[in-house]
């Protein structure tokens, strides 16, 4: 099926873009992710306004992984269907990711970063999707076996068949993070993007990953910056129905949410209210304000809240006032 969706001519206007490390390639400062609401068990219709939004307002760069639905796999299904229905021809102003290593498939093979997950993975994702290639191919996880030697050579083997045109690690630990870092450069296919999760209420990258990630000249990109809705208004007067915390998935667990998270995001929602901005704003500006940061992605389950998302590009500069109220503010034993 095509629908005669156009894509908006103004996009480029109204995002901003950041050079992610080294390289010459530009992220948009938000990425859209699609972990969660873009699967089998959820509105297709749904998740493709939020991705022809995303794509009518500069977000070029969309986050996959294998394993991403529910039903694993589903979310890449869905995006390549998506790309073919509305965005003909649009392929070549789209960064568009995926990762292999966490489970995925039946047996010792389905869920781990052997070479032999790897290798299976990307020609299973490139199907699911429909793509030639990803633009940026990741190792979703040091698995704390696989020497980082053989996850590392899987990548950069991967980039020699022309399957990725750039590789990244998510979540490694600093120390398997020097050891990809040095082998991948070694290999002349630098590590192009380091992604973690980063966000005001998960801060452990300021202590060594996003300065390590840096300096060797890889972009950085924050995953959950919302907490996964935490750092939004929307939990402040209880769980509401239809939301990640009240979904029998487990994503997010009630138990997470907590009487100190929320009394913390109410004192955050006031900062934020001062600043003009609704606090799931504010939490977007606070990642993006430091430069190391190439791009922030955010989830959606909605039109709406990518629209009061983007606002945030608007407001991303904090007083040292307000950053050491906020500080104080996460920092205090409630
Ligand atoms: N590398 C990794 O291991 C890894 C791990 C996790 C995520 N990621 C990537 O990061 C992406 C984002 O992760 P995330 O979904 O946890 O990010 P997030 O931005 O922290 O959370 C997104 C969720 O917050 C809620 N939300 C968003 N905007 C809102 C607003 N304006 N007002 C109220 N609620 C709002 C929505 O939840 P509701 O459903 O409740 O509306 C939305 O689904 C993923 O899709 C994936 O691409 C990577």
């Given at each position: 099926m095509n629908t005669d969706y156009q894509p908006d001519g103004q996009r480029y206007e109204r995002m901003s873009y950041r050079r992610?490390?080294?390289?010459?390639l530009m992220l948009p400062a938000l990425s859209l992710g699609l972990?969660?609401?873009?699967?089998?068990?959820?509105n297709y219709h749904t998740a493709t306004d939020m991705i022809r939004y995303a794509f009518d307002h500069g977000i070029t760069h969309f986050d996959l992984a294998n394993n991403y639905g529910p039903l694993p796999g589903s979310a890449e299904e869905n995006f390549g269907r998506i790309l073919r229905e509305?965005?003909?021809?649009y392929r070549d102003e789209m960064i568009v990711s995926s990762k292999a290593g966490h489970?995925?498939?039946?047996?010792?093979?389905?869920?781990?970063?052997s070479r032999k997950n790897l290798m299976a993975s990307i020609d299973q994702s490139l199907k699911r999707t429909g793509l030639?290639?990803?633009?940026i191919f990741y190792?979703?996880?040091?698995?704390?076996?696989?020497?980082v030697e053989e996850t590392m050579q899987a990548l950069i083997d991967i980039i020699r068949q022309g399957k990725a045109l750039y590789v990244g690690i998510s979540k490694y630990p600093p120390e398997q993070a020097r050891i990809a870092y040095r082998i991948l450069a070694e290999a002349h296919v630098p590590c192009l993007v380091s992604q973690y999760r980063y966000s005001m209420f998960e801060?452990?990258?300021?202590?060594e990953t996003l300065a390590l990630a840096t300096a060797v000249g890889s972009g950085f990109v924050a995953f959950s910056p919302l907490a996964q809705g935490l750092?939004?208004?929307?939990?402040?007067?209880g769980i509401p129905e239809g939301s990640r915390a009240a979904r029998?998935?487990?994503?997010?667990?009630?138990?997470?949410?907590t009487p100190e998270k929320i009394e913390k995001a109410r004192r955050l929602n006031s900062i934020a209210l001062r600043r003009g901005q609704t606090l799931a704003q504010m939490a977007l500006a606070w990642v993006l304000?430091?430069?190391?940061?190439?791009s922030v992605i955010i989830g959606a389950s909605s039109v709406g809240q990518l629209e009061d998302n983007l606002k945030a590009l608007g407001g991303l500069s904090f007083t040292a006032e307000e950053l050491e109220e906020i500080d104080c503010i996460l920092n205090s034993a409630l």
């Open positions: 992610c490390g080294r390289s010459g972990w969660q609401n873009f699967g089998s068990v959820d509305n965005f003909c021809g489970e995925m498939w039946a047996g010792p093979y389905g869920g781990n970063s030639g290639y990803f633009d190792s979703h996880r040091y698995d704390g076996v696989t020497p801060r452990t990258v300021e202590e750092l939004t208004d929307k939990y402040l007067n029998p998935t487990g994503f997010l667990q009630r138990s997470q949410v304000k430091d430069e190391r940061v190439t």
